[in-house]
């Protein structure tokens, strides 16, 4: 059978171009305006996702919170892998970027989605939530590099890692439901996932606070994000997508444990709503 391919997917999988600082507000008004091909591309991917149940795998493999190669990945993926266990690690409600929404609690870290090897251009979701209210959340984290001035991967390149991921858990629901009921003693419900872009306040800084040359090279990508995301939260996909924050980590902020290779961090940090587009972007902490 002929695995998964991510070059059937042309919108979706565009990453050339959402790569780019330059031309940024460009690309993201163009995906409005042409917001229909996205929404057909999203429930395409959806009726044709892989499906881990055909070939015996199942979605929660057991994960423990410990590296299982440290020395693996680029420095971005090392970064993003070791803070999203040292936040699984935490084992605690968060608050959710809306007051209405009550809790989030991360179940997963890594969640796979291929069923087959071939299965190539699906990724694995950085961390998996489900909210009060039995919501999944896709949680697409990133982080700033260390190395001087390199911003990492555009908000746009981490919205439309969510949508992938999001399409492939929707049409899993079931399977994905029957597991964490078992696993969690929760029940999951058919809403479409809730699609998060969480970060550390530099990440989103480094790209809310764009400014000179830079600046001009991307545009005002900020009012043109903030339709997009509204179009696909109000459109037919009814796919709500939350920006947010949460403090620095910073050297030393995250620990090792006596392995070496357990992460986690010595206080659970802040979290912040994030609102491109307008005046102040960056909201008070969350409760």
């Known amino acids: 059978m002929t695995g ?8 979706l999988f565009e990453d050339g171009s959402y790569k780019r600082t330059t031309g940024l507000a460009t690309t993201i008004a163009s995906l409005s305006l042409n917001r229909k091909g996205l ?9 044709s996702a892989p499906r881990r149940s055909e070939t015996d795998k199942r979605y929660f493999v057991g994960h ?11 420095e971005s993926n090392r970064g993003e892998e070791h803070l999203a266990l040292a936040l699984w690690n935490q084992d605690k409600p968060w608050p959710r970027s809306h007051p209405v929404d009550g809790w989030l609690r991360l ?3 890594q969640f796979p989605l291929k069923a087959r090897q071939s299965d190539q ?59 964490a009921k078992v696993l969690f003693e929760r029940d999951i419900t058919k809403e479409p996932p809730i699609v998060q872009i969480l970060a550390p306040l530099a990440w989103w800084k480094g790209w809310l606070e764009l400014a000179g040359s830079t600046r001009r090279a991307a545009g005002e990508w900020e009012p043109a994000f903030a339709r997009l995301t509204a179009d696909i939260e109000e459109g037919r996909l009814s796919v709500p997508v939350e920006c947010v924050a949460l403090d620095d980590i ?10 070496c290779r357990t992460p986690t961090l010595g206080r659970a940090p802040a979290l912040y709503s994030v609102r491109p587009g307008e005046k102040w972007p ?3 902490a969350l409760l």
């Open 282 to 284: 960056i909201g008070d």
């Open 64 to 74: 423990d919170g410990v590296i299982s190669s440290p020395g693996s990945g680029s």
């Open 121 to 179: 251009g699906i990724g694995k979701v950085d961390l998996l939530g489900i909210t009060d209210r039995g919501r999944l959340t896709v949680i697409e984290l990133k982080v700033k590099p260390r190395s001087a001035g390199n911003r990492g991967d555009t908000p746009l390149l981490a919205l439309m890692e969510g949508l992938r991921y999001a399409a492939v858990v929707e049409a899993n629901r079931d399977v994905i439901a029957r597991e």
């Open 250 to 259: 910073g050297d030393g902020g995250i620990t090792y444990g006596a392995d």
């Open 4 to 11: 998964f391919r991510s070059s059937d997917f042309r919108i």
């Open 39 to 47: 929404f057909d591309e999203y429930e395409r991917l959806r009726g």
């Open 107 to 109: 179940i997963d870290y």
